[in-house]
């Protein structure tokens, strides 16, 4: 929880130092042409290991009020809690499209990231996404994740590893589906992970790993799981939500 109120706190003075009047920070360049609206391409959503860089860039489009490409718009990003975006703004191209890369700073938890870009009368057009910093043990479950509970809980089929999702006949929850996996306690996801499905009358498709893995990998692959929920586990009522 602390570390939640940390990164939280971080947010919200990463948007206070950038969000001084017009004109007082560093200029950006000048933008050739104005869009409508601002949306994402992809990179959003992302989850990588504290202080490292994001593996997929981060794209952004900037659109007409018909929903087409704008090419020379000037987009200008921010990043709350100690997190970078490189480059820090420019120009979209001919395909309207602006890319960047995005490090994560040293704290757990989620980091905002901000897109802003103006129409022509001058006002703000602002797009947000989140992504998220692991931690030490949630870094482990993810990576007990990868080799051992992926191949059946993740819908998605990546170029390593082909999905066995859509073959069970019980469809086990994505790791992300908060809305699912918030409301099961941590006793329960013990108890899932170490004796399987079928000792809790739930489908036998789910293995036991209480053989395979230790108490620290399930505690780790617990807090991976918590770390990835979306919505996310516990945050209510934080200031950060309602920005
Ligand atoms: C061979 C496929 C398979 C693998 C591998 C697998 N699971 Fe599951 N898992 C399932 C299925 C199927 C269910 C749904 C059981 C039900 O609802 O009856 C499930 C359910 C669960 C649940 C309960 C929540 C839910 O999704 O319904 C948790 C928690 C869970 N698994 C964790 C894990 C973890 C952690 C790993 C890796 C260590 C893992 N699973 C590996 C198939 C798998």
Redesign the pocket.
């Known amino acids: 929880m602390t570390r939640w109120h940390l990164t939280a706190v971080l947010s919200v003075l990463g948007l206070a130092t950038n969000c001084g009047p017009k004109g007082a920070g560093p200029k950006g360049p000048e933008a050739k042409a104005y869009g409508a609206a601002l949306v994402e391409v992809s990179g959003g959503k992302q989850v990588a290991a504290i202080g490292t860089t994001l593996d997929q860039p981060l794209v952004v489009q900037v659109n007409d009020a018909q929903g087409g490409a704008v090419a020379g718009a000037a987009v200008s990003f921010r990043a709350g809690g100690g997190a970078t975006v490189i480059p820090p703004e420019g120009l979209t191209g001919n395909d309207g499209q602006l890319t960047v890369s995005v490090a994560l700073g040293g704290v757990a938890g989620r980091y905002q990231v901000t897109a802003i870009t103006r129409d022509k009368a001058g006002k703000t057009i602002e797009w947000r996404t989140e992504e998220i910093a692991l931690g030490y043990q949630q870094n482990l479950g993810r990576q ?2 990868d080799r ?2 992926s ?3 993740d819908p998605e089929s990546t170029a390593e590893r082909v999905s ?1 999702h859509d073959n ?6 994505a ?1 992300t ?1 908060g809305a ?2 918030n409301n ?1 306690s941590d006793a ?2 013990t108890s ?2 170490t004796h399987g ?1 079928a000792a809790l009358n ?2 036998p ?3 036991p ?1 209480g053989g ?2 230790g108490k620290a990998d ?1 505690e780790a ?1 617990m807090a991976y ?1 918590r770390a990835v929920a979306d919505p996310p586990y516990r945050l209510k009522g934080l200031v950060y939500a309602s920005n």
């Open positions: 007990l994740n051992y509970c191949r059946c809980h066995n069970l006949n019980a469809k086990p929850h790791f589906d699912f996996l099961v329960d996801l899932i992970i499905g739930k489908s498709e789910m293995p790993y395979t893995l399930i692959l799981i």
